[in-house]
T-cell receptor, first 116, second 112 residues
Framework: NAGVTQTPKFQVLKTGQSMTLQCAQD?????MYWYRQDPGMGLRLIYY???????DKGEVPNGYNVSRLNKREFSLRLESAAPSQTSVYFC???????????????FGAGTRLSVL | DAKTTQPPSMDCAEGRAANLPCNHS???????VYWYRQIHSQGPQYIIH???NNETNEMASLIITEDRKSSTLILPHATLRDTAVYYC?????????????FGAGTRLAVHP
């Protein structure tokens, strides 16, 4: 039972390089999320996808794009990485269709990204 | 737009109960209280949630005051593996997506 799987676990980029963070969940959840966490701080939502085929901005979307490839996969792309995007990135999923469980999010192990 | 207030840090001896407080004095009638924790370098983990009744599961107990303005997460027999940052979050169940605000949380240190 893998839950939420993120790849890669670690990445170092040079300023201006691009990369895509991958996320997949096997819980048949309809909703997926991307957060970033800077040292000593809480999580901030970058983008979310309430259901397959939809995406919406969170509180810090600038510099990122997302793709909800199918129900299982939700990717986060940095087109031109900047040092300010050095952070730990977490993907999460939940079942928004289940009223009692909609706010229970399951998180991946994170991707640690350094932009030099 | 933080809706909860938690102490920045707490200590607890291994085997003793850890009682983590949370103030949510502006909570709305349709908002639930959620607790998550984040063990170092890992993704957050859901613990428990409740509306107004006390709740218990295999991980913890949640005590919500009658006026719902505060709550306490109780880890009955804390172990070293419970050392983590604990987040108290309020969010409604109604409607579609509702943002979960992960603030600074409480850093719980369990010591031998």
């Amino acid at each position: 039972n893998a839950g939420v799987t993120q790849t890669p676990k670690f990445q170092v980029l040079k300023t201006g390089q691009s990369m895509t963070l991958q996320c997949a969940q096997d819980m048949n959840h309809n909703s997926m999320y991307w957060y970033r966490q800077d040292p000593g701080m809480g999580l901030r939502l970058i983008y979310y996808s309430a259901s397959e085929g939809t995406t919406d901005k969170g509180e810090v979307p600038n510099g990122y794009n997302v793709s909800r490839l199918n129900k299982r996969e939700f990717s986060l792309r940095l087109e031109s990485a900047a040092p300010s995007q050095t952070s730990v990135y977490f993907c999460a999923s939940s079942d928004l269709a289940d009223t009692l469980a909609k706010n229970i999010q399951y998180f991946g192990a994170g991707t640690r990204l350094s932009v030099l | 737009d933080a809706k909860t207030t938690q102490p920045p840090s707490m200590d607890c001896a291994e085997g003793r109960a850890a009682n983590l407080p949370c103030n949510h004095s502006t909570i709305s009638g349709n908002e639930y209280v959620y607790w998550y924790r984040q063990i170092h370098s890992q993704g957050p983990q859901y613990i428990i949630h409740g509306l107004k009744n006390n709740e218990t599961n295999e991980m913890a107990s949640l005590i919500i005051t009658e006026d719902r303005k505060s709550s306490t997460l109780i880890l009955p027999h804390a172990t070293l593996r419970d050392t983590a940052v604990y987040y108290c979050i309020v969010s409604p169940l109604s409607g579609g997506y509702n943002k979960l605000i992960f603030g600074a949380g409480t850093r719980l240190a369990v010591h031998p």
